[in-house]
């Protein structure tokens, strides 16, 4: 899925849309998103030292797991996160690839494990939940 594709299932626009891509390998979500350097969430998060927010990290990796969703009718929302572990900093130049599987379904609740990579290297480790909620309109 490319950006365009990826807005189809997201309502994330403008700053708030983290993928560059993602795809469904396997019943695994794959994303991938380059930092730029200009991103809003540099700009304070260090001047002189940028470093992407841990809670960005997460963000993208949730957002990854759009590949994964195939209900065009419901909103994704975060709902939990537990055993976050961040390792490595992710900076400007970097590209942050994310893996996700669902690990079950209850209701209208999906629960994940993700790991994120820059290189080989494990940066993020977590497990979230979402809640799929019925949408009027996805359009920000």
Known sequence: MNREEIMTIL???????????????????????????????????????????????????AQSVCALISCSDALPLFSGMKNVKWKKSVRPGDTFVTECSIVRKVGAFCFVKGV??????????AEFSFALVPAETKEA
């Open 11 to 61: 309502p994330h626009r403008d700053n708030m849309l983290l993928l560059d891509d993602a795809e469904n390998k396997e019943s695994t979500a794959v994303g991938h998103y380059t930092v730029r350097g200009d991103e809003f969430f540099l700009k304070g998060h260090f001047p002189d030292n940028p470093v992407v927010p841990g809670v960005i990290l997460c963000e993208i990796m």
């Open 116 to 125: 994120g990579y820059v290189g080989d290297d494990v940066v993020l480790e």
